[in-house]
């Protein structure tokens, strides 16, 4: 079904499409490598239930020009990206302003449906240092999502993050009816649309407003609230600054036999960082981690500290004899690498490396053992009363439900991180299933670019 509405949605878009793909990643810009130019990665998600947009035109500027303004007018490119998802047009505007540097259209192959996302480069150069960016809210008379003038980040491998929201062009009544509405809306929601639709504007509904916040899907015709409406925002925008920086992807293996890991945290730095040291005191975040499996605290902690670069956080554990793999860009001044991860099934127990190098060169990987340490701050009862709740479960052993995400004051130990002497049965967990020999698992690393 996707695929029809897919042949539909391309259809209806083939003249916007075949001219925005002849348009260069670049139209516009002036200057060129020699003239300070930078590359950005930007990830937009649509955040929406039921609202797909058009394929998102991006731009590069000028601080003293802009794409869109609230409470001003809206120009004809904007009127019709927002009413007839003219992209086209609105690229046409763009490149038509000596102010403007790169421009990009985004996912050209179709839209960038309700849930989805899409990743896309731009380029900016010396005086083009803000981010715009608008795409047609498809089921909705002249609505768009827009991101006007943001500053891009200046440094490398350091994601920026917007919250987009929907605003009304004011230029086309809010009829609500498919009559009145692009084609592709009703196939792209799974709404019998019977075929209605235009991509023309229709003088009978001009509006003549200004720019506004949209006031939303009010249901009078033929759209449907609980499908078509939203709660702003509707679009998250993520940015990152890769010119000044290298890229990895870095592979996490659990050798264990029963020693589940929490989503593992990863952060590059240069020489002399560190986010733990054998014989020192366990800090706030590393306790954190190793007794609850605290694995946002401490990556919280390493995004706010200017000495770390790249901040990589699983979204899941790595499972016993699993393996999970990320990619990310670094700094190209981080050449070390770091790793924590609780051990499950322990009560301050966690999987680690600190500062190992990263690889030089493109293609080189590198491949670490990852040691087990005690962060030395809970005494290893072993009871699975103390420990976090997924021990039992995730190894296949009943726990009766018994488990804490809780540090317990009375077991504090006061001590500071060791190698971890490992699981010896004193109470629930057993050698030969939670324990283990040697390294815990490894870490491989690749330079892609």
Avoid at 103 to 112: K, L, R
Avoid at 151 to 158: D, G, M, N, T
Avoid at 342 to 360: E, H, K, T, V
């Amino acid at each position: 079904m996707m695929q029809s509405y897919r042949r539909r949605m391309a259809s209806f878009f083939v003249f916007a499409l075949v001219a925005a793909l002849a348009i260069p990643a670049t139209a516009g810009a002036t200057g060129g490598p020699g003239a300070g130019e930078r590359t950005y990665l930007v990830t937009i998600e649509n955040l929406t239930d039921g609202q797909p947009f058009t394929p998102p035109v991006l731009t590069t500027h000028h601080r003293r020009t802009s794409v869109f303004d609230v409470g001003a007018v809206a120009s004809s490119g904007i009127q019709g990206l927002a009413e007839n998802g003219d992209v086209p047009g609105l690229v046409a505007e763009l490149q038509a302003d000596g102010r403007v540097g790169g421009i990009t259209v985004a996912d050209a192959s179709g839209p960038v449906l309700p849930g989805g996302e899409i990743t896309v480069e731009i380029n900016s150069t010396r005086g083009h240092r803000r981010l715009s960016i608008a795409s047609m809210l498809i089921c909705t008379n002249d609505g768009f999502v827009g991101l006007d003038s943001l500053e891009l980040p200046r440094a490398a491998a350091e994601p920026s993050v917007a919250y987009l929201h929907a605003y009304d062009a004011g230029t086309e009544v809010n009829t609500e009816s498919f009559g009145d509405l692009v084609p592709p809306c009703g196939p792209l929601t799974g709404v019998d649309s019977g075929g209605q639709g235009t991509g023309m504007s229709n003088p009978a509904l001009a509006e003549g407003g200004v720019i506004a916040a949209h006031a939303g899907v009010a249901g009078g015709s033929d759209l449907d609230p609980a499908i078509h409406g939203w709660a702003d925002p509707v679009a998250k925008v993520t940015i990152m600054r890769i010119d000044n920086a290298r890229q990895y992807e870095v592979t996490v293996s659990n050798s264990t036999d029963g020693q589940p890991f929490t989503p593992p945290v990863l952060a590059t730095h240069k020489r002399g960082e560190e986010i733990f040291e054998v014989g020192d005191e366990a800090s706030h975040e590393i306790r954190q981690l190793a007794e609850n499996g605290d694995a946002p605290g401490l990556a919280a902690a390493l995004q706010g500290d200017d000495d770390f670069g790249a901040v990589v956080v699983g979204d899941a554990p790595v499972f016993v004899g699993g393996e999970a793999t990320y990619t990310f860009w670094a700094p190209r001044n981080n050449r070390r690498v770091s790793f924590a991860s609780m051990l499950i099934c322990s009560n301050d127990g966690f999987a680690g490396l600190d500062g190992a190098r990263l690889p030089r060169w493109v293609g080189e990987s590198s491949s670490f053992d990852l040691g087990a340490y005690d962060a030395g701050s809970e005494i290893n009862t072993e009871a699975f009363a103390d420990l976090v709740p997924p021990c039992g479960p995730l190894t296949g052993v009943d726990s009766g439900g018994q488990g804490t995400g809780m540090s317990n004051p009375a077991l504090a130990e006061g001590g500071v991180i060791s190698s971890h002497a490992g699981v010896v049965g004193g109470a629930d967990l057993d050698p030969t299933l939670h324990g283990w020999t040697g390294a815990v698992g490894s870490l491989t690393i690749t330079r892609l670019n």
